[in-house]
């Protein structure tokens, strides 16, 4: 692709990003903003895509990276009963569930701490700043990462705006997660907006009937995020910056 190509393609992208923040902007009055956490405030999917793919193979349960990214969201009981349906037709017993999870937790761990996602901390700073609630909802478990939220963002969550795999009784693809965000933080669907970067994420919170903006941070194309409901689709957190100041006005 040449010189003037790009530009244009780039031009064009624009063009149809704006007409979409148009739409999604108009008549909104936001008083929330949830965010989901693995990759959306830390790279972290690569280690927990690794870490699944380890720990499930060791049952002979075939589980590829880029099924890690498709299952990303769900809480570890539904991963696994997942990957167990498609390789045995049933789910797995609890005691087996426990041994998995264990085994996956221990790769993980093994990994170099995950980096924050670039300029995510601007992003929420900014929220922030302009007095809007902000929560993290995730099906995550993960102590070792939980536990970071507040030590690497400070003075940014406050406490019970926090919703991970133990708030939860259905995990995501299911509404609950933000259906209990939106209760805890007192406003309507329609006064939220949810930042993912995952499709069951992104399908949790449209059949919540919030909003939402995903931020394509992993391996799968941008279509997948799409297809699942996402208003807006972008490839990093700049655009999610300059998308906010617009929005949160």
Known sequence: MNGISKSFSKFYYYIMLNNNLLSFADGKNIKAVF??????????????????????????LPFSLY????????????????????????????????????????????????PQIPAVADVLRYVRSKNRQILVVTGSAQMSLL???????????????????????????????????????????????????????VRSAVAAGISTIAVNTGVLDSKVLADEGASIVLSDMQELKQIMQIILT
């Open 35 to 60: 965010f989901d956490m693995d990759g959306v405030l830390f790279d972290s999917m690569p280690y927990h895509a690794q870490a699944w793919q380890r720990a499930l193979s060791e049952r002979g």
């Open 147 to 201: 536990d970071r939220l507040q030590s690497n963002f400070p003075d940014i969550f406050e406490e019970g705006k926090i919703i991970s795999a133990f708030d939860v009784e259905h995990g995501k693809p299911h509404p609950e997660p933000y259906l209990i965000a939106l209760r805890r933080a007192g406003v309507a669907a329609d006064e939220a907006i949810v930042v993912e970067n995952a499709p069951l994420g």
């Open 67 to 114: 099924d890690a990214y498709l299952h990303e969201g769900r809480t570890a009981d539904s991963t696994i009963d997942e990957a167990f349906i498609r390789a045995y037709g049933h789910t797995a017993d609890s005691r087996t569930k426990d041994e998995i999870y264990s085994a996956k937790t221990d790769y993980f761990h093994q990994y170099p701490e995950p």
